[in-house]
């Protein structure tokens, strides 16, 4: 059975904290693991990686794929209220499926 | 932002009549999905299109069918609603080409089953 595993479930942090999120998985026929971040209303896009070791990076945010190891890493440097959010981790199969995580919620205290 | 849009966004409406959620994009991108979000279960597929007229199950379709007579129009149908598919809806587009592998959000849609 495919699958996609987050940690922590949730976190609570104070603004300028570093913060590592987890995603492991196990899927058939892998194509891409997606981050996004959802806030009160649809998931937002962050990162796809497709190869291991690439570290992609947006201002505080970057994220790494291990493709022998089955997981992903998101880092948030900095951590700002405005943060504060569920983050969804996403694999995409070769057929264009997606199996989503249930995502680990984050708060950040001012 | 990427050009979908789900219509009704709220609902409410009593067990055992049918519902139909709509979906439009004008992207023009070939896959289109339907997905259920509740509390500890994260964003579950439902059925996802890719093409017209093509479409397949996903993880929880007991209850639900749907229909894509164009590219641009995705239909999630509850022939008849329960209690338990009270839920908020997000149809979801992607493409297999170019920078289209993402796969981007509709608004969503607040479904309550009373």
Redesign the interface.
Known sequence: EDKVVQSPLSLVVHEGDTVTLNCSYEVTNF??L?WYKQEK?????LF?LTSSGIEKKSGRLSSILDKKELFSILNITATQTGDSAVY?C?V?TTG????????TSLTVIP | DAGITQSPRHKVTETGTPVTLRCHQTENHR?M?W?RQDP??????IH?S?GVKDTDK?EVSDGYSVSRSKTEDFLLTLESATSSQTSVY?C?I?D?SGSS????????TRLTVT
Do not use: I, V
């Open positions: 194509r891409s997606l209303k649809a998931p937002t896009f796809m969804l996403a995409r264009n499926q997606f199996y989503f995580g249930t995502g | 896959y999905y997905y500890g279960h994260g964003l579950r597929l996802y890719y996903g997000f979801a992607s297999s592998y993402e796969q981007y959000f509709g608004p969503g």
